[in-house]
């Protein structure tokens, strides 16, 4: 029994955190469901990687330019294809574990993370245009994305509520998922339909925390801030998914909206390459690990779980931050910033990359 089958029996699914047209041709994808692999993660930085960074999309952008079509109406239509057959290749998980694994996920426009309406709308679009039940749209966690996922989940929507930093952006994500569920029950519609996970990032934090211990002098805490800050997201999913309102949607179908662990490669080679793995090991989670990280789980990573231990610690650690004068709240709010504007800016410039591409295809 290999690290993913032994993630799996103590609670956690993986997923793959990237997506290629290469991987989805060649059989690698499905090697990797093989081995445990339960879902894929994208994102527009991995979608510039795989369309900008290779050659594998050229012949079907080629066909595309010679329809005429617009680079939006490229972009779409190469990353709809291979979601529909990561999709695909997902699908025997999906439906043997009843909906609760085996999804793809695609994230609306990320120059939609201040518009409510432009995501609900093109949560809806792209979730017609995919037909494939076992995609879940991506939305930010951001104010304005509150009520997306609300409104998405009320119309049966899978949501993947990305780039959650802090507690409060936790809370409220939990928040609008559980509006969404009431919303879809008194509309007739079955709750065990839908699905939902609310992606917590990890390593992003520990990136800023620990520059940050290290201008203040004190490394003891290099490492921890980010397991901790996940570690009491986790109880307060505990919480939160329990008591007599949620036993009542529970009852009618609806699933619990899963913490999903992203940003969980480990940035500092001072610390173990599955650090963000073997940390953070519990029922009812999910960690979607990028290729490197990947293959570390599968050599060396660690299965106990972990998750809800050390909880007292993990409240000590972030006391200890604020008394060292380093104010989670704002490098949280800041990561989110930054977040989005990275997410942005790789999605422009694969734009722009097969607009190039698209006046070369042309001139040819």
Known sequence: M?????????????????????????????????????????????????????????????????????????????????????????????????????????????????????????????????????LMIKVPATPEGFPAIETLIGEGINVNATLIFSLEQYERTAAAYVAGLK????????????????????????????????EAGDARLQGKVAVANAKLAYARFEEIFAGDEWDALASA??????????????????????????ELVGPHTVNTLPPKTLDAALDHGKAEPSVRSGLDDARATLGALGALGIDLDEVTSGLLAAGVKSFADSFDKLMAGIAAKREEFAGA
């Open 2 to 134: 290999n690290t993913l089958q032994k993630l799996l029996e103590a609670g956690q699914s993986v997923w793959f955190d990237f997506i290629r047209r290469d991987i989805l041709e060649n059989g690698e994808l499905q090697t990797l469901v093989e081995k445990g692999v339960r879902g894929v993660t994208s994102n527009p930085t991995i979608f510039d990687k795989a369309i900008s960074g290779s050659d594998d999309y050229d012949e079907a952008m080629a066909a595309l330019v010679a329809e005429g079509r617009t680079a939006d109406e490229i972009y779409e239509a190469l990353a709809v294809d291979d979601i529909r057959a990561a999709a695909d290749i997902l699908r025997p998980v999906y439906d043997s574990s009843s909906g609760a694994d085996g999804f793809v996920s695609l994230e609306v426009s990320p120059h939609l993370a201040a518009d409510t309406d432009g995501t609900v709308a093109e949560g809806r679009r792209l979730f017609d245009v995919v037909a494939r039940p076992n």
């Open 183 to 214: 919303k879809l029950a008194a509309a007739g519609g079955d709750l065990s339909k839908v699905a939902s996970v609310a992606s917590f990032f990890v390593s992003r934090v520990d990136g800023v925390v620990d520059g940050k211990l290290a």
């Open 253 to 278: 179908g609806a699933r619990v909206q899963r913490p999903l662990w992203a940003s969980t490669s480990t940035k500092n080679p001072e610390f173990p390459d599955t650090l963000y793995v073997d």
